[in-house]
């Protein structure tokens, strides 16, 4: 692996050498290296790129990387990963991508995973999308996420996209049955001429079963977001979508919440605020001796985490 590829690692999934427990790396369109457990398989699809990553019921305290890295001008890579969580597993998978494009063309990642959920299983799923640029080519990430969670089950998705992707589309979609809870965290920063949409759907079917969908992002420079979320609920449940926004310089960003209660024990709540970083902040700040420039970093920083 060379220093390109170990630098990307180490932006999207945090390693700086080869992980404990369960991993696959994918690098260029292709697998490079992979590791599996007595608990967590690894299978390659035959019938399309990709893999299947199978958790047997039970499995508690272990964990899966699963990062992509393009280091290649020109290379558009799609996979489809199936994750299958047994009955009563409780893990954390740590995913990604980070591609350094060094060329005029574009290169890109497609990520469509799918989530199988067995009966009162637990999973935190960690995502970042980081890019770097030498030349004119963009860096395009199009991640779509499939939930599908059985009565008891418990998800939480944190996504971050760091920096560098210049067009990004996110599309997630999730079906609850009884007593099943998902948290979804976003977070989310743009600059130059970037371009992210981020669009959620959730339908909110068993009872008892709950949905807290929460997207914080700054847009900077001349760069559009528009974020789209429609929670749905189908039987006595609850749901909330919240959107936060700052906006600065000629940025622009769109929210558009949704809604649709189909039945009369449904609570669902959503919120949205954008705006600029109010000036007595950068005052508070900049009287303890920072610049101006500085004080945004610092709120903006607070404000993402």
């Known amino acids: 692996m060379d220093a390109i590829q170990k630098q990307l690692l180490?932006?999207?999934?945090?390693?700086h050498e080869t992980p404990e427990g369960a991993y696959n790396l994918?690098?260029?369109?292709?697998?490079?290296?992979?590791?599996?457990?007595?608990?967590?398989?690894?299978?390659?699809?035959?019938?399309?790129?990709?893999?299947?990553?199978i958790i047997k019921p039970g499995t508690k305290k272990e964990s899966v990387h699963i990062p992509v890295i393009i280091a290649k001008s020109g290379l558009k890579d799609l996979v489809y990963n199936d994750f299958y969580i047994?009955?009563?597993?409780?893990?954390?998978?740590?995913a990604g991508c980070g591609i350094h494009n060094c060329g005029d063309q574009d290169?890109?990642?497609?990520?469509?995973?799918?989530?199988?959920l067995a009966k009162n299983a637990?999973?935190?799923y960690v995502e970042k999308h980081y890019g770097a640029n030498d030349g004119a080519g963009k860096n395009v990430?199009?991640?779509t996420t499939i939930i599908e969670m059985d009565e008891g089950s418990y998800m939480e998705m944190a996504t971050t996209q760091i920096k560098g992707i210049d067009d990004t589309v996110r599309k997630t979609s999730a079906v609850l049955k009884d007593g099943a809870k998902l948290v979804i965290k976003e977070n989310i920063m743009t600059h130059g001429d970037q371009?992210?949409?981020?669009?959620?759907?959730?339908?909110?079917?068993?009872?008892?079963?709950?949905?807290?969908?929460v997207s914080r992002s700054v847009a900077k420079d001349k760069s559009v977001q528009l974020y789209k979320s429609n929670i749905r609920g189908n039987n006595e449940c609850t749901g909330h979508t919240e959107c936060d926004a700052i906006i600065m310089d000629d940025?622009?960003?769109?929210?558009v919440p949704m809604l649709e209660a189909n039945d009369i024990n449904a609570s669902l709540i959503h919120e949205a605020a954008i705006g600029k970083i109010a000036g007595d902040q950068l005052i508070k700040l900049m009287t303890l001796g920072l610049t101006e420039k500085q004080a945004e970093e610092q709120i903006i920083n607070g404000f993402l985490k």
Do not use: Q
């Open 122 to 124: 637990r999973v935190k």
């Open 10 to 15: 180490k932006e999207i999934a945090d390693l």
């Open 26 to 53: 994918r690098a260029d369109g292709a697998g490079a290296e992979r590791k599996t457990t007595a608990n967590i398989d690894i299978v390659t699809k035959t019938d399309k790129p990709g893999i299947d990553i």
């Open 86 to 94: 047994g009955e009563n597993a409780d893990v954390v998978i740590i």
């Open 251 to 255: 940025a622009k960003v769109t929210a």
């Open 141 to 143: 990430m199009n991640p």
């Open 195 to 213: 371009y992210a949409e981020t669009d959620f759907t959730v339908d909110l079917d068993g009872k008892d079963c709950g949905a807290d969908v």
């Open 107 to 116: 290169s890109g990642h497609d990520g469509i995973h799918a989530f199988h």
